[in-house]
């Protein structure tokens, strides 16, 4: 210890040493210590965000690839390595390029087709793949990846034809001039089937031309097993969009133009959501929510689906395969009284509808996709 003499008070004086030194050195550590931390911190949960936002993302992608596939797997060069019936192979697959991503989609056959027509069950898996953040990982950076899956069936086959002209309506004939006006005969040289079938007691009326076929007017199942004998899931297709339409009205508005029909390959489905009258000629699968009617000398090829009422009238035709009267399926529809013919379809003049085939087919090929099965999905599903 330095003690020092002042000399003019003749006293003693202690000299100290410094701390404010040490002390600005461990509050620096201190500081640097918190910031440190602070940033390792921070610095963790920007990459714990990321990874999340990450995950959301590929779930997402994942789910859009799987609803594409379903939807679009049959339009020309969406899917890479699908085949005409899937449930001939193993699998099918393609990758799905989305904003921000994509999706690796792969069906795979659970069980094929069974004898007495079930169609295959699949499962339909997606992977999706976020590209926009890159994470760091033991094995170099990475992208986040999410799978999905969803059992679905694989429709390979047209409208069931029980007839030239299936009413859960009932149907009234006035055609006039002697032709027969309903035929059953396979326009395109298959298996002839029922002209007209109707509900029993008393569904077919008028004095028209009695249809032709085997048998010329069918009226032997009751309304009830009518509705389960035409197999076709009308509620899929009214309210979860089973069957997705090339032309809406409304809100598109437009029936397609002569030069559109022109193209001989242009077999679209158009879906009609209010009452409508047909303006011109036309193919494909018609799918009507309300009534419809055929009129003048209008043409049609492919299928007609009706939830109301059809009349058809002039001199045209249809040939293919016609359904009507479908929103009675639906749940909660009360069945009419029996014998009521009120809202009996109605076809008069010398309108034909022929039973046809081949064109029935050619139509029906928009019902070659994948059915989800409700109740079925997977958010976390297993990838092998």
Known sequence: MCVRTDQKAGSTVRRRSGFALPMAVLALALI??????????????????????????????????????????????????????????????????????????????????????????????????????????????VFATRTVGQFATFGTRSVKALGAWTSLNGITNSAVGGRISILGGDFCGGATVAGAVVPSLGQFGGNGAKPSG????????????????????????MNHDAI?????????????????????????????????????????????????????NDVWDGIVLVGGKLTVSGSGSTDGVVVTGLNRTLPGAVNPPAGNSADNDLVNNTKRIQYDACKAARAAERLNVYFAWSNTWLDNAAVW
């Open 244 to 296: 997705p339409a090339d032309i809406t009205i409304p809100p598109d508005g437009n029936w397609p133009t002569k030069a559109q029909f022109s193209d001989q390959s242009f077999w679209p489905v158009i879906r009609i959501k209010k009452s409508f009258t047909i303006p011109d000629d036309g193919r494909g699968l018609l799918i009507a929510d309300s009534n419809l009617t055929f009129s003048s």
């Open 32 to 141: 640097t210590a918190a910031i440190v931390a602070a940033h390792s911190a921070t610095s963790a949960e920007v990459i714990t965000n990321n990874a999340m936002r990450a995950q959301s993302r590929a779930y997402q992608l994942a789910e859009a690839g799987l609803q594409q596939f379903l939807v679009r797997r049959s339009e020309p060069g969406f899917c890479s390595s699908c085949v005409a019936n899937p449930a001939v192979v193993d699998s099918e697959w393609t990758r799905v390029g989305l904003v921000g991503g994509y999706a690796d989609v792969v069906a795979m056959r659970v069980r094929g087709r069974l004898a007495d027509g079930t169609p295959g069950l699949f499962l339909i898996r997606s992977r999706g793949v976020d590209t926009i953040a890159r994470l760091s990982g033991g094995g170099g950076a």
């Open 214 to 237: 085997s048998p010329g007017v069918d009226s032997s199942r009751s309304l009830d097993d009518l509705k389960k004998a035409i197999g076709i899931d009308w509620n899929a297709i």
